[in-house]
């Protein structure tokens, strides 16, 4: 019997705190899609060294841009492109300088940012970056893919070889994967990636699937 997604979504959950949205540390809306942006090519463990000395000083789009590009740099500078996050974030900071609540320490997304096209229209937020905020802030049923659910994806034979980028990845899952688990595919999976389903040497001993899972590099 292959590792289906219905059995998958069934059964992981059961290893997985299903309470944790996410473990980017963050204080308020604007700081979760401030934590997203930095987390591109970086760990969550290493973006969260960084980011309660910088959300101390800078929670809100206004206070970010007060601390200025520079200085955010100086906050950044451990983690992999600062230059280029350091840039969008000042940039998402100024395009949300109109809305009233722009200096407010419990900052949240307007509504008319609750869809993914206006969303995607900030600057440093691309479709897996909205997907992520969506799905964890306003439980929007979207898949972020990150590296963890692109490898297993690829890893349990979900996705074709085709699917090369996290678009593709994210449009063949959402066919394949039941609606009913569409609202929590981003969360166990990325979970299940980072702590069980592991890159190299994966702990299938811990794995409540193990028996259904075909994938070549299995240890059990």
Not at 24 to 53: G, M, R, W
Request: with cysteine.
């Amino acid at each position: 019997m292959a590792l289906t997604p219905d059995v998958y979504f069934k059964y992981v959950p059961s290893v997985i705190d299903m309470s944790i949205r996410s473990e980017l540390y963050h204080t308020n809306e604007f700081t979760f899609a401030v934590a997203v942006i930095l987390s591109a090519q970086a760990t969550d463990k290493k973006v969260n060294e960084v980011t309660p000395e910088l959300f101390r000083i800078a929670a809100s789009p206004a206070q970010m841009l007060a601390l200025g590009e520079d200085e955010l740099k100086k906050h950044i500078r451990v983690l992999s492109f600062f230059n280029n996050k350091a840039k969008s974030i000042i940039g998402l900071s100024a395009a949300l300088m109109d809305e009233e609540n722009n200096s407010d320490a419990n900052y949240k997304f307007p509504i008319k940012y609750h869809n993914r096209d206006a969303l995607m229209k900030l600057p440093g937020i691309g479709q897996k970056t909205a997907n992520v905020i969506m799905n964890v802030l306003w439980n929007a049923p979207n898949i972020g893919v990150d590296t963890h659910v692109f490898r297993n994806s690829h890893r349990y034979g979900w996705v074709g070889a085709d699917a090369n980028t996290p678009e593709k990845v994210e449009e063949q899952l959402l066919k394949i994967i039941p609606k009913k688990y569409h609202l929590i595919v981003n969360h166990v999976m990325v979970l299940h990636g980072r702590y069980i389903c592991k890159a190299l040497r994966p702990q299938c001993d811990k794995c409540p699937v193990a028996k259904w899972c075909n994938a070549s590099d299995r240890t059990i």
